[in-house]
């Protein structure tokens, strides 16, 4: 306790950073305002995800519908693929739904982690899935011309949803992991 | 020119980093004084492009090898994928080497960056054209059983090679994109 105490301040002190100038909510130095449309827990984010979701399911329901899929194991990695990228978007999404419902941000450690980790998991099976399909796709469509007997045309559908839903991934992944890399470099 | 200078020293001042301790060619503050292996411009990092390089190559080979190559598409693009792979990574250990032979390390935003989006374009094409080919692999090897005239171990080989190429990429890549990331975040 200090007992000597003056009584009058003749000169203020500076303020020592910027944002002590500014209004009481402002952010921390060194934090932006803003997250940038994309990340999780912002309306890109859940946007992303849903077209993650929703492109992975049209692949999975196109190439099911065909009767020939469980006798090309490709078609039936992308089934699978498909499966798993739907189920971890929708569960991002739920996350995403509920973070901005309660006005909260995901942009920490650990929820960058995950994220990059389960998108950089599902991302690479979702596109070897998808490029699998693809190059049998090729082979019946074009190099042996196979295509009276299969549904060639839902075959392609097919491989075209599932590189749309990984094109819809790899934004969230980069972000994640990046945000991911920026953190762990300043620490 | 200082004219005047103190003859004695009563008290030393004391040294207001942690650095100014240290020997004189120590990283100045904020810099970390050793690059992690696998970066460009170290011995790791030249050891993963000459890594990729020769799985790439290896795996060119060995598909090039095959007669029945030009008659599947996704075979051909494992060859151009190759041989773009195999260019690119000889082009950027060549930097590496250089670096290394300077003693300049390569650790800057613009060679990161050109480096993570070549690193980014060569690594999807690889993985996009390993995964073609192991799905028409796995549809002529078990899917319909036409091993008897086609050399389906060397399609296996191709294909492994590849894979073992990009899985020499990816660490090349993840390190670009953090340090870009972290050094764009703190920008």
């Known amino acids: 306790m200090r007992l000597s105490r003056p009584t009058v301040h003749p000169v203020q002190a500076?303020?020592?950073q910027?944002?002590?100038?500014?209004?009481?909510?402002?952010?921390?130095?060194?934090v932006r305002m803003k997250?940038?449309?994309g990340v999780p827990g912002t309306l890109g984010g859940l946007g992303l995800r849903l077209a993650q979701a929703s492109f992975a399911a049209a692949s999975l329901a196109t190439m099911?519908?065909?009767r020939v899929f469980p006798s090309v194991s490709a078609f039936r990695y992308l089934i699978a693929a498909a499966i798993l990228q739907c189920l971890w978007s929708l569960a991002v999404a739920s996350v995403d739904i509920y973070a901005l419902l309660v006005k909260r941000t995901l942009r920490n450690l650990k929820a960058a982690c995950l994220f990059s980790v389960g998108d950089?998991?599902?991302g690479s099976l979702t596109l070897s899935a998808a490029c699998a399909s693809a190059g049998v796709t090729c082979l019946i469509g074009s190099d042996v011309e196979m295509c009276e007997g299969n549904p060639c045309a839902r075959?392609?559908?097919?491989v075209a949803m599932a590189f749309l839903s990984w094109f819809a991934l790899a934004p969230s992944f980069?972000?994640?992991?990046?945000?991911?890399?920026?953190r762990l470099?300043?620490?």
Chains 1, 2 share one sequence.
């Open 14 to 16: 500076p303020p020592t």
């Open 18 to 30: 910027a944002h002590a100038q500014g209004n009481a909510d402002a952010a921390p130095f060194g």
């Open 35 to 37: 997250n940038p449309q």
């Open 64 to 66: 099911a519908s065909t």
């Open 120 to 122: 950089g998991i599902t």
């Open 155 to 158: 075959f392609m559908a097919a």
């Open 174 to 182: 980069l972000f994640n992991f990046g945000f991911m890399a920026s």
């Open 185 to 187: 470099a300043r620490h």
